[in-house]
């Protein structure tokens, strides 16, 4: 069968390959630990699904214009102006299926065959692949650990070119967690001033914050606003990945060949999500500081495990629900026998010998870590660190 050329870049997400391998496990009754999943482990607040109720019964059901209703279109904008500080129009707003959604269509609206897009690793699986997905080619900026993962700014100066689209900022980032402080986002702004490239903030996860203070790159170059491209949802922030409801926010002629893009390909996103997500975006923000505040002391809990245990160092993370653990440490030691050298062989010894579902780091640009979900209930963590521990003492 001739399939197109394009997918040969393309890799099946692990994450979604590891949560499967995980639940068919647990399907067949064995007790697998998984820490591999990207969802809050939070119910929906009732609030919102009321008013999926609510559209449903009132025969809400029907298509929708593309772009989104525009009271979520104007929801959207007040609460860009009140978390962000940033003034759109409803029609520089398009609501998509998911924040995936967002991030693809933008791939498909802005990228010809040899452009390229700067994304800095380690990095969300999908960013590469949605770029191959368009034709263009991903570049690779790395980061440090010891630099908090923020970029060193003449690693991007080295690595922009004339083609060069757009650059992507994930802060909080997943797999790392990292918040991006004042001086990295400056650094970052300074570097891509003088180049005309696209600046694509990926804030799903800027809800889950335990630290003060979180800024975006328009807070300290509010001069590069016109060439902002928001992307967010409420997919982690309101504990819906399966509503699939995002939006993104930008220039009106992308935001315009965005609606293109998504008018031939899925046209609206579900009615009746749009109206549960009307309710999220409008309603009171404890529910949304509940879950960060237990996502907080789990994080706390957790990371303090890890770092427990010989041979594994986790850093901080300032916010989303990642422990990016460094276990470089236990490569060399041997596993019945056979020395351990990499994360994509850990993570699989871990799920078959010791059921625990943890993602190797290798896929998100970060050979030598393995990343875990703390958004899980605490017992599930706990049981994973005596697991995680019993595979320490197992390697020799
Ligand atoms: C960094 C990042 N961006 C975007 C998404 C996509 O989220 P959604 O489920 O809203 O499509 C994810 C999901 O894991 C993510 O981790």
Redesign the pocket.
Known sequence: MKLARRLQAIKPSP?LALNSRAKALAAQGVDVVVLAA??PDFDTPDYVKQAAVDAIRAGFTKYTATNGIPELREAVCRKLERDNGLRFTPEQVLVT???????YNFCQAVLDEGDEVLIFAPY?V?YPDMVHLAGATPVIVPTREEDGFAPDPDAIRRALTPRTRAVII?SP??PTGAVYSRAALQGIADVLRPHDCFIVT?D??EKLLYTDERLGISDVAPDLVPRLVV?N????SHAM?GW???YVAGPRPLIAAMQLVQDQSTSNASSIGQKAALAALNGPPDTVTAMAKEYHARRDFFVAGLNALDGIKCRLPEG?FYALADVRGLYGRSFKGKPVTGSMQLSEILLDEFRVAAVPGDPFGAEGYIRMSFATSRAVLEKGLVRLGELVKALT
């Open positions: 994450t990207g969802e299926s998911g924040g995936k959604q967002a991030l969300w999908s994930n980032g997943n990926d799903i996860y992307i949802a409420l997919s982690k990945t699939r409801m995002g989303a």
